[in-house]
């Protein structure tokens, strides 16, 4: 079965560049989350959708960062402009929520975002 | 309130010891206590996870210890193995009744080193 599938792997840009995230949930789930995560502040949450609705986000920095998720199976998280400080390892992760669940949480293996 | 507080930062165990790591939380309202496992340049992935309803659960060489009065849950791996090396975070999530909660608190990761 395919995981969650992030792309690109690596990003390199310089400041003030608009920088795309994609992912690609796990097949069936209907939650979607996206995380950063960085030395110093671990791993925040940036922004989940459920059936495609934006549930929470709370997490997303400022506006210079937003998420769309525009069908089941695929989301995008964007910076624009972006800033040396958005440097750091962005992860989508997909669940199932079916009601009352402990349905887990499965990582996609992130993107390393440089911003120069 | 919504923070897991997670200790050490760092560990390291020789092969064959047991390694512990110790989390802890205020808000009485989580209500489920996942462990992840991440390793160098990949997502994290669910090694083990309790709810409150039970103090302890084992799954080969990896226990949960839960203490429901003082708030606290901790990792045991039994048997270390140069293999567990990975980074280890705890995390949190209150009981889910609607789409609402299904956000996860981490707690700040602890880097567990095995050596031989």
């Known amino acids: 079965d395919a995981g969650v599938i992030q792309s690109p792997r690596h990003e390199v840009t310089e400041m003030g560049q608009e920088v795309t995230l994609r992912c690609k949930p796990i097949?069936?789930?209907?939650?979607l989350f996206w995380y950063r995560q960085t030395m110093m502040r671990g791993l925040e949450l940036l922004i989940y959708?459920?059936?495609?609705?934006?549930?929470?986000d709370s997490g997303m920095p400022e506006d210079r960062f937003s998420a769309k998720m525009p069908n089941a199976s695929f989301s995008t998280l964007k910076i624009q402009p972006s800033e040396p400080r958005d440097s750091a390892v962005y992860f989508c992760?997909?669940?199932?929520?079916?009601?009352?669940?402990?349905?887990?949480?499965?990582f996609g293996d992130g993107t390393r975002l440089s911003i120069l | 309130q919504q923070q897991v507080k997670q200790s050490p930062q760092s560990l390291i165990v020789q092969k064959g010891g047991i390694s512990i790591i110790n989390c802890a939380y205020e808000?009485?309202?989580?209500?489920?206590f996942p462990w992840y496992q991440q390793f160098p340049g990949k997502g994290p992935a669910l090694l083990i996870a309790?709810?409150?309803?039970?103090s302890e659960k084992k799954e080969g060489r990896f226990t949960i210890s839960f203490n429901k009065s003082a708030k606290q849950f901790s990792l045991h791996i039994m048997d270390s193995q140069p293999g567990d090396s990975a980074t280890y975070f705890c995390?949190?999530?209150?009981?889910?009744?609607?789409?609402?909660?299904?956000?996860?608190?981490f707690g700040t990761g602890t880097r567990l080193t095995i050596i031989p």
């Open positions: 992760a997909s669940s199932f929520f079916g009601g009352y669940s402990n349905q887990p949480q499965h």
């Open positions: 097949s069936g789930h209907n939650s």
């Open positions: 959708f459920n059936n495609n609705v934006p549930i929470d």
């Open positions: 808000n009485t309202a989580f209500d489920y």
């Open positions: 309790i709810r409150p309803d039970v």
């Open positions: 995390a949190a999530r209150p009981y889910i009744s609607n789409f609402g909660n299904e956000k996860l608190t």
